[in-house]
T-cell receptor, first 113, second 116 residues
Framework: EAQVTQNPRYLITVTGKKLTVTCSQNMNHEYMSWYRQDPGLGLRQIYYSMNVEVTDKGDVPEGYKVSRKEKRNFPLILESPSPNQTSLYFC????????????FGDGTRLSIL | AQTVTQSQPEMSVQEAETVTLSCTYDTSESDYYLFWYKQPPSRQMILVIRQEAYKQQNATENRFSVNFQKAAKSFSLKISDSQLGDAAMYFCAYRFDGGSQGNLIFGKGTKLSVKP
């Protein structure tokens, strides 16, 4: 089954404690992206990757890091989480062609205390 | 910069009736793609329908159809014969990746309630 898998689904942690949200897709997609969803703001892109070893900042990259060492994996790293990063996070992937819809993971709810 | 605007934060429809959700966008590009995503309480992002800007014909997927007005930069979603399972948050999204981020630009969403 074609899917994007995020882990964990939920996490409550404290300020400053490094965390990683994993994302894996099994569709051989070149393009992967992270979004955060906040009430009243919709979804905003954090980082994206056009292919292996190619990553770039989206619209709200501050406080986040990513890596793309393998085509299927695109982890999101919060080196020193802060309360303003409490949000719902989505990983998405798609073929490089832009008319193809992005496939989303089920979301990760992060709470930073 | 491209923007997407959904002017209706909340909408309500009676079961079996028809409802239209509005979406406008701003872009200087001529080739792009538009999508409607549904987010039920389970939080999943589910693609409802998509439209290529170069196609004049409006996309249709079963009970879901769009009214795409390119000159007006309008992309509304019509849900016919509304069902209880249609209750969700609906996001309109735009995508153009001519050398840029390739990201989806989302509107802020419209929360649809379906009354039995």
């Amino acid at each position: 089954e074609a899917q994007v898998t995020q882990n964990p689904r939920y996490l409550i942690t404290v300020t400053g404690k490094k965390l990683t949200v994993t994302c894996s897709q099994n569709m051989n997609h070149e393009y992967m992206s992270w979004y955060r969803q906040d009430p009243g703001l919709g979804l905003r892109q954090i980082y994206y990757s056009m292919n292996v070893e190619v990553t770039d900042k989206g619209d709200v990259p501050e406080g986040y890091k990513v890596s793309r060492k393998e085509k299927r994996n695109f982890p999101l790293i919060l080196e020193s989480p802060s309360p303003n990063q409490t949000s719902l996070y989505f990983c998405a992937s798609s073929p490089r062609i832009s008319n193809q819809p992005q496939h989303f993971g089920d979301g990760t709810r992060l709470s930073i205390l | 910069a491209q923007t997407v605007t959904q002017s209706q934060p909340e909408m309500s429809v009676q079961e079996a009736e028809t409802v239209t959700l509005s979406c406008t966008y701003d872009t200087s590009e001529s080739d792009y793609y538009l999508f409607w995503y549904k987010q039920p309480p389970s939080r999943q992002m589910i693609l409802v329908i998509r439209q290529e800007a170069y196609k004049q014909q409006n996309a249709t997927e079963n009970r879901f159809s769009v009214n795409f007005q390119k000159a007006a930069k309008s992309f509304s979603l019509k849900i016919s014969d509304s069902q209880l399972g249609d209750a969700a948050m609906y996001f309109c999204a735009y995508r153009f990746d001519g050398g840029s981020q390739g990201n989806l630009i989302f509107g802020k969403g419209t929360k649809l309630s379906v009354k039995p």
